[in-house]
Nanobody, 122 residues
Framework: QVQLAESGGGLVQPGGSLRLSCAASGFTLRNYAIAWFRQAPGKERNFVAGISWSGNTFYGDFLKDRFTISRDNAKNTLYLQMNSLKPEDTAVYYC????????????????WGQGIQVTVSS
């Protein structure tokens, strides 16, 4: 059974850091295009960062080098290191995987985690 499980979210002050993890089971993460998306209340789910099966990384334009996506093949786990967090980063963060070419389109992804809340507030 294919599963993705996020962890590492929570409450952080502006300017702080968090590292999200996404553990995959039932499939081999490195063979898929994988990505992080986020969804703020009342807004659409948007692309944050992605990594292709070959290891190339891609980021949303708004990030300005604050976030880093990485993958640990031995642990079959995806990560998102988030630095210099801002209140506007508050959202539910999702990891997703697709068996195909990397894209930023939510509709293209086959597998999703349950999401994890990240709140940036003083």
């Amino acid at each position: 059974q294919v599963q993705l499980a996020e962890s590492g979210g929570g409450l952080v002050q502006p300017g702080g850091s968090l590292r999200l993890s996404c553990a995959a089971s039932g499939f081999t993460l490195r063979n898929y295009a994988i990505a992080w998306f986020r969804q703020a209340p009342g807004k659409e789910r948007n692309f944050v960062a992605g990594i292709s099966w070959s290891g190339n990384t891609f980021y949303g334009d708004f990030l300005k080098d604050r976030f880093t996506i990485s993958r640990d093949n031995a642990k079959n786990t995806l990560y998102l290191q988030m630095n210099s967090l801002k209140p506007e980063d508050t959202a539910v963060y999702y990891c997703a995987a697709r068996d195909g070419v990397w894209t930023t389109d939510v509709a293209d992804y086959d597998y999703w985690g349950q999401g994890i809340q990240v709140t940036v507030s003083s």
